[in-house]
């Protein structure tokens, strides 16, 4: 899916807003799962703590198979430096990829119990 942004990346001296995404894999999901896991320590000791912010940006980095003519995935700070119009934009557009196939898994799960 090709998508337009409206401020863009800077990378070096080039501002570029051609970005490509491509549908997530399995990979993509347990990868995600992974860097957002954290140790915290709590009043039961040490746990392993996943941060649901962290995760949906990893899935969206993952995502992008090319910005301008640069292979994917764009790093977390690629993504961070991403104007709020343009993170909004390959979020929505992100779900409107991806959704029909998490839709499509969680039926097929249901229909399995």
């Not at 399995?26 to 040490?46: C, I, N, R």
């Not at 993952?62 to 119009?85: F, H």
């Amino acid at each position: 899916m090709q998508i337009k942004l409206k401020d863009g990346l800077l990378v070096g001296d080039e501002r570029i807003t051609e970005l490509t995404l491509r549908k997530i894999t399995t990979g993509d999901l347990l990868d995600s799962e992974v860097a957002a896991e954290q140790v915290k320590l709590t009043a039961q000791g040490h746990q392993l703590i996943a941060s649901s912010a962290v995760m949906s940006a990893e899935l969206y980095r993952r995502s992008v198979a090319k910005i301008g003519d640069l292979d994917g995935p764009l790093s977390m700070g690629q993504l961070k430096s991403l104007s709020i119009v343009d993170y909004d934009l390959l979020r929505k557009k992100y779900n409107e990829l991806n959704n029909p196939i998490i839709d499509e898994v969680a039926e097929n799960s249901k229909e399995g119990r």
